[in-house]
């Protein structure tokens, strides 16, 4: 099978998150595309984040689609989640299997800094997107070539600007959210009280 991996905070998902899971999907022809929540991700061990709980179950709602698989890998495992402990633990379990790292362009820009990141990229296929004609696009292709050696798969795709972090400041100041996620992701956000104070 071919599997994708969009891993996150998610904190909340959005249809960002969405909008690149799908069309990862079909452009890769995936079999399924497993989300997966970060624990204590490395990049923002210092900042505070929702529940564990509270993530998983917005993810649940948010990827509702059947290409979907949401689980908590991740959650199940003690202290920081390092993306390169996932994907050894996927590939032992199913070794039959091809994987795809799906990550934005921002987070392809500093592969190279990530946790083991040569055994990482050794067991999936690096994925990211950008648009060919874009002023990024050959930064992108540069880095890809000549940091990480080749080997990753640049989606055609035009961004979908919505944030997490604009999510929750849209909360905590009163303003409609209803475009930037799933009904039911909103409605979950309101009923529990998420996001109503600034963060530190």
Known sequence: MRIGILGGTFDPPHNG???????FARALSLDRVLVIPAAI???KAQKKISSDEDRLAMCRLAF????FD???????????SYTVDTLTELTQKHPEDAFFLLIGSDMLLFFDQWY???????????CSFTRSGDESYGRLLDYSEQVLGGGVQLLNLPAMEISSTEVR??????EPIGEL????????IVGHGLYREERT
């Not at 400041?169 to 009163?174: L, T």
């Open 17 to 23: 998150h969405i909008y690149l899971g799908e069309n």
């Open 70 to 80: 949401v689980t908590d890998l991740e959650l199940r495992r003690e202290g920081k």
């Open 181 to 188: 996620l799933p009904a039911s992701v909103e409605e979950y």
């Open 64 to 67: 509702c689609d059947p290409v």
């Open 41 to 43: 991700p490395p990049h």
């Open 169 to 174: 400041r849209r909360v905590r100041e009163h």
């Open 116 to 126: 083991r990141w040569r055994e990482l990229k050794s067991m999936c296929t690096l």
